[in-house]
């Protein structure tokens, strides 16, 4: 099996319960690293910097995309959202799978720059469950609430550049299918490339024998 990690990316729509479940992998798993994405929104209650984001503002963030220290970024409601670069590469050298959670826009951005990527989307089994959790978070404004299912509706026309759409309906089970996915994900030509150079050097090899 390859040394080198993946880098796995999960989106979904606001309210889908991504990050419960990028918690429930962690805890589950050990081979499991989250990158911390780096945002200009402000802390929601609980939240810790350098926990669940790096939290900076605008001038600071667009000095880090001039130095080409994110390895993607998008806006998203007006604030913006990247990946720092450092983090990402030592882990998946190290043989980590990475997760990214990250909207459409950055995970888009990354399969381009990164083919053998593995993108998931994250969905709730019905809009109308996706509604009941944005409400239940009890800490938005109606009209956060509007623009966030208008968002869903828009990022709902992207999901077919996933690899897989992971409904989240009971939280244990979804976090074994995703391991799951991932460990078939593995297994895929392009992730195994220094084993396919190997067994075919040694075929050449015992082919030259034969003939020989």
């Given at each position: 099996?390859?040394?080198?990690?993946?880098?796995?990316?999960?989106?979904?729509?606001?309210?889908?319960?991504?990050?419960?479940?990028?918690?429930?992998?962690?805890?589950?798993?050990?081979?499991?690293?989250?990158?911390?994405?780096?945002?200009?929104?402000?802390?929601?209650?609980?939240?810790?910097?350098?926990?669940?984001?790096?939290?900076?503002?605008?001038?600071?963030?667009?000095?880090?995309?001039?130095?080409d220290?994110?390895?993607?970024?998008?806006?998203?409601?007006?604030?913006?959202?990247?990946?720092?670069?450092?983090?990402?590469?030592?882990q998946?050298?190290?043989?980590?799978?990475?997760?990214?959670?990250?909207?459409?826009?950055?995970?888009?951005?990354?399969?381009?720059?990164?083919?053998?990527?593995?993108?998931?989307?994250?969905?709730?089994?019905?809009?109308?469950?996706?509604?009941?959790?944005?409400?239940?978070?009890?800490?938005?404004?109606?009209?956060?609430?509007?623009?966030?299912?208008?968002?869903?509706?828009?990022?709902?026309?992207?999901?077919?550049?996933?690899?897989?759409i992971?409904?989240?309906?009971?939280?244990?089970?979804?976090?074994?299918?995703?391991?799951?996915?991932?460990?078939?994900?593995?297994?895929?030509?392009?992730?195994?490339?220094?084993?396919?150079?190997?067994?075919?050097?040694?075929?050449?090899?015992f082919?030259?024998?034969?003939?020989?």
């Amino acid at each position: 099996m390859e040394k080198k990690g993946i880098l796995i990316v999960i989106s979904g729509f606001s309210g889908a319960g991504k990050g419960t479940l990028v918690r429930e992998l962690l805890d589950r798993y050990d081979e499991y690293a989250l990158s911390v994405s780096m945002t200009t929104r402000e802390p929601r209650p609980g939240e810790r910097d350098g926990v669940e984001y790096f939290f900076t503002d605008r001038a600071h963030f667009e000095e880090t995309i001039a130095r080409d220290g994110l390895v993607e970024y998008a806006q998203y409601c007006d604030n913006y959202y990247g990946t720092p670069r450092a983090y990402v590469e030592e882990q998946l050298s190290a043989g980590r799978n990475v997760i990214l959670e990250i909207e459409i826009q950055g995970a888009l951005k990354i399969k381009k720059k990164f083919p053998e990527s593995l993108l998931l989307f994250v969905t709730p089994p019905s809009a109308a469950e996706l509604d009941r959790r944005l409400r239940g978070r009890g800490t938005e404004s109606e009209e956060v609430i509007a623009r966030r299912l208008a968002r869903a509706a828009e990022e709902s026309e992207g999901m077919e550049a996933y690899d897989y759409i992971v409904v989240n309906d009971r939280l244990e089970e979804c976090a074994e299918e995703i391991h799951m996915l991932v460990e078939a994900a593995r297994r895929a030509p392009v992730r195994r490339g220094q084993f396919m150079k190997e067994i075919r050097e040694e075929l050449s090899d015992f082919v030259k024998g034969v003939q020989g």
